[in-house]
């Protein structure tokens, strides 16, 4: 069995921490509302969020347990990121770890303000207030795992009261703009799966025809092939919505966003390798 390496076993440690307190701790919503990476737009953000959304996990739930997401993040990080520690060093394995990471939620997060600014063009000549904005799409309008649209209209009539804005203003379109914006809004983002593929994308330049399996899919095929096979068909369901081996709330571009960084980092290291800035 393969040793784990230290940072890995560090990372790996602060990861269980976190999805125990988010457990215990506030009833399985204090530590999503504190450290999951909320939409900027959102009164919920705060700039940490952009850090400790990689040490989160979902399901940590006691009403509705689930181990699948952190279990198979875990095992990945310790599958690839140890090997590439061992290579590499902590020092620049931490780099392309948390490097990754911030690549994901770059990518994931200007994904969602390409959506978020095509909807606001619904109601730019309502001239509706910033604030006003700000509160109406912070509005948590969910019932169970969907959100409601006539939840939202009757908890933002207040809100528009408070500003003096007359309702009549807002037909079924611009309804329809304020409520995708809402949707949008109300998105986090929680795992370490940006991380994890920076690394596995450094695995696959290191190691291109190391023979990899899916779990369902047990066919060995070289790292060169499946590494790329996979953050192609993450692209694939960023665009389409549609989800080919994971849950549909899955963040793909943050997946593609950080295979895409690790792979950028490790190129320019190799390109270097006979200088000051050189990987092996």
Not at 97 to 105: E, K, T
Not at 211 to 227: D, N, S, V
Not at 233 to 253: E, K, V, W, Y
Not at 258 to 271: C, E, N, Q, V
Request: hydrophobic share 50%; charged share 10%; aromatic share 14%.
């Amino acid at each position: 069995m393969m040793r784990i390496s230290d940072t890995v076993k560090h990372l790996i440690i602060i990861n269980v921490l976190m999805f125990i307190g988010t457990l215990f701790i506030g009833k399985g919503i204090l530590f999503y509302d504190l450290f999951a990476m909320h939409f900027p737009a959102n009164e919920a953000f705060q700039p940490w969020q952009i850090i400790t959304h990689m040490f989160m996990h979902g399901g940590a739930d006691l009403n509705n347990l689930s181990l699948m997401h952190i279990l198979f993040n875990m095992f990945a990080l310790w599958m690839f990121g140890t090997p590439v520690e061992q290579v590499l060093g902590s020092k620049r394995f931490l780099f392309i770890y948390i490097s990754a990471g911030l690549g994901a939620v770059a990518l994931q997060v200007g994904y969602y303000y390409f959506d978020y600014y095509s909807a606001l063009s619904g109601i730019a000549d309502l001239n509706m207030n910033s604030d006003m904005i700000s509160k109406i799409i912070s509005i948590d309008a969910s019932e169970g795992q969907y959100i409601k649209g006539e939840i939202l209209s009757r908890q933002m009539m207040p809100i528009l009261a408070e500003y003096n804005f007359n309702t009549n203003l807002i037909n079924d379109e611009a309804f329809k703009s304020l409520f995708d914006m809402n949707v949008i809004a109300r998105n986090t983002m929680v795992g370490a799966s940006g991380c994890i593929m920076g690394i596995l994308a450094a695995f696959g330049m290191m190691n291109p025809n190391a023979e990899l399996m899916l779990i369902f899919l047990p066919i060995p095929i070289k790292a060169k092939y499946f590494i790329p096979g996979i953050i192609l068909l993450d692209l694939i369901s960023g665009i389409t919505g549609q989800s080919f081996f994971s849950p549909s709330n899955t963040a793909h571009f943050a997946h593609v966003g950080g295979a895409l960084t690790g792979f950028l980092i490790m190129w320019y290291w190799k390109k270097t390798q006979f200088n000051k800035n050189r990987w092996n």
